[in-house]
Nanobody
Framework: QERLVESGGGFVQPGVSLKLSCTRS????????MGWYRQAQGKERDLVAT???????ISADSVKGRVTISMDNAKTTVTLQLNHMNPEDTGVYYC????????????????WGQGTAVAVNS
């Protein structure tokens, strides 16, 4: 059974860069997309950025120009780099892999990481 392991996060100072990685264990038949969402305290979980195996990306307006998202060739790891961190970037970051387990599956399934907390303060 697949599971996701996230790394990175913690306390960061304003203006620095943050790098988060998320690796999936277990094999899958197909990957639709991978990405990151975040949830600030008292708010809903929102998109940060996603990427498809073709390299198509989507990112939130709040991070455009500051974000880089990448997927490794094995399609097991997604990495997020967010530059010029500011207090509004504080929250719990959740990794997402949307995959199809095998060729007999009826569709893609979203697999979420456990979340990694990021706090931006001086």
């Amino acid at each position: 059974q697949e599971r996701l392991v996230e790394s990175g996060g913690g306390f960061v100072q304003p203006g620095v860069s943050l790098k988060l990685s998320c690796t999936r264990s277990g094999s899958v038949f197909s990957v639709k997309r991978m990405g990151w969402y975040r949830q600030a305290q008292g708010k809903e979980r929102d998109l940060v950025a996603t990427i498809t195996p073709r390299g198509d990306t989507i990112s939130a307006d709040s991070v455009k120009g500051r974000v880089t998202i990448s997927m490794d060739n094995a399609k097991t790891t997604v990495t997020l780099q967010l530059n010029h961190m500011n207090p509004e970037d504080t929250g719990v970051y959740y990794c997402l892999h949307e995959t199809m387990s095998n060729k007999y599956s009826t569709g893609y399934v979203e697999l979420w990481g456990q979340g990694t907390a990021v706090a931006v303060n001086s």
